[in-house]
């Protein structure tokens, strides 16, 4: 299946646009939390299977992902994640915490500090999607999740089959050797509600209405 | 003669936004419209360009990047960049190149102080 069949150009355009700008806030939080200046990639957004996506993961990182994960629903529903690599998740935690504390201290702490970080770049990147959209999002509590591609995308079985809409985003925290990704993972049968808020959404800001058939 | 603006968006959705909003503030200003650094550049050289309005998170060269060769050219442009990554280098990498930071999502009221300053610095009414 094409992703275009699915979304039209300028359906994506706008979707990456609203990533775009939740991210933007959400990096904002994160850089005054850590005290750092956060690069972000301009985000990418693929339809694919969650196995493929899960092989995005693992591809680039061959040490093991730590995540921490949020489910939404609303009219639309799916998955954000915070992504790091192994290796990263102490210094993250470190620069969140930016106190000089052992290496035992870190660990303890470590669940806590990734679930607060995830739920502030999290919420801050759904929030403002919502916001724009005008539709409320239930978020779950943050939830922290260790292992390879497979798992921190929750693929059991049959499951990895599934088409998903996987949008994702590239973070490095300045100055510190911590990058990571945040991710966002669309179920298709909200695909269609998505698409009509989208489309509402391109009408409300253009103030013209461009349908979902439109070719452009 | 009529002002021109240039706007600088790799979303084509977020170029109908800024046009749009330019136009509900300044009905007779001109328009130019680039998705990236080099088109922009492109243009500039080509067109008479009073004022720029650039998003900062573009594929290749960013927005920042774009403003400081663009700063290089026309020392006195105004130049917004576009953003909701407000980050504190963010900011103070506009204000180096002597450019303002307008948020994103754009609104009338978020641009229209950029506008009138602009306005009034090319002997335009502010609006």
């Not at chain 1, 069949?5 to 850089?31: F, H, K, M, W």
């Not at chain 1, 990263?88 to 990734?114: C, F, H, I, P, Q």
């Not at chain 2, 922009?40 to 900062?56: C, H, K, V």
């Not at chain 2, 960049?81 to 754009?106: C, E, F, H, M, Y």
């Amino acid at each position: 299946m094409d992703e275009n069949i699915v979304l039209n150009e300028l359906e994506r355009d706008a979707l990456t646009e609203l990533v775009n700008i939740g991210v933007g806030r959400a990096a904002t939080s994160l850089g005054k939390l850590v005290d750092k200046h956060i690069l972000l990639s301009v985000p990418a957004l693929e339809l694919i299977t969650l196995l493929a996506a899960s092989r995005l993961l693992v591809e680039s990182e061959s040490d093991g992902l730590v995540a921490v994960r949020q489910q939404f629903t609303g009219v639309f529903s799916g998955r954000a994640l915070l992504i790091l690599p192994q290796s990263a998740k102490l210094d993250l935690v470190r620069a969140v915490v930016r106190e000089n504390l052992s290496t035992a201290e870190l660990a303890e702490l470590e669940r806590d500090a990734l679930a607060e970080t995830g739920n502030i770049i999290l919420n801050g990147c759904l929030g403002s999607m919502a916001n724009i959209l005008q539709q409320p999002l239930a978020l779950s509590l943050p939830e922290v999740i260790q292992g390879d591609g497979n798992q921190v995308l929750e693929i059991d079985g049959v499951g990895g089959d599934r088409q998903v809409l996987f949008l994702y985003i590239n973070f490095v925290i300045q100055g510190q050797n911590i990058r990571g990704y945040i991710a966002m993972i669309l179920d298709l049968p909200s695909i269609a509600s998505l698409k009509q808020l989208i489309a509402a959404f391109i009408a409300s800001v253009t103030g013209e209405d461009f349908g979902s058939s439109d070719p452009n | 003669m009529p002002i021109t603006v240039l706007i600088v968006d790799d979303s084509k959705l977020a170029r109908i936004v800024v046009a749009r909003t330019l136009k509900a503030l300044q009905p007779d200003w001109e328009r130019a419209e680039a998705s990236n650094a080099d088109q922009a550049l492109s243009i500039f050289e080509a067109e008479r360009i009073d004022l720029a309005l650039l998003d900062y998170n573009l594929h290749g060269r960013n927005g920042l990047e774009l403003a400081a060769e663009l700063r290089i050219r026309s020392p006195e442009m105004p130049i917004a960049i576009i953003t909701a990554d407000v980050q504190p280098d963010v900011i103070s990498g506009a204000q180096r190149v002597n450019s303002l930071v307008v948020n994103k999502p754009l609104t009338e009221d978020g641009l229209r102080p950029f506008l009138s300053v602009a306005a009034a610095r090319l002997g335009e009414s502010p609006g």
